[in-house]
Nanobody, 122 residues
Framework: QVQLAESGGGLVQTGGSLRLSCAAS????????IGWYRQTPGKQRELVAT????????YQDSVKGRFTISRDNTENTKVYLQMNSLKPEDTAVYYC???????????????WGQGTQVTVSS
């Protein structure tokens, strides 16, 4: 099982930037895709960005042009979310999500991190 740990959240003013990191530990065979999600109180968790094989990326419309998801290609266990031009509506707990194939039987497994708080003040 892969364990995930997010970091990099914090308090920033409108227009500022933050870089979230997601570090994975544990064993896995291959990665299907990795995503960043966010959630605010009383709302469902929503997809922010994903990255898949070949570094194909996908973004929620509201963050396109402002957020960038990337992987550390030298260390295949880290994923980042660069967030620029932050807005108060970006305030949320951000979660890292890995969808991967396990070692051995190659089952599809999903792991979540504990989340990191991002607060954007107006």
């Amino acid at each position: 099982q892969v364990q995930l740990a997010e970091s990099g959240g914090g308090l920033v003013q409108t227009g500022g930037s933050l870089r979230l990191s997601c570090a994975a530990s544990g064993s896995f065979s291959t990665i299907n895709h990795i995503g960043w999600y966010r959630q605010t109180p009383g709302k469902q968790r929503e997809l922010v960005a994903t990255i898949a094989s070949g570094d194909n990326t996908n973004y929620q419309d509201s963050v396109k042009g402002r957020f960038t998801i990337s992987r550390d290609n030298t260390e295949n266990t880290k994923v980042y979310l660069q967030m620029n031009s932050l807005k108060p509506e970006d305030t949320a707990v951000y979660y890292c999500n890995w969808n991967y194939k396990s070692t051995g039987f190659g089952r599809d497994v999903v792991s979540w991190g504990q989340g990191t708080q991002v607060t954007v003040s107006s």
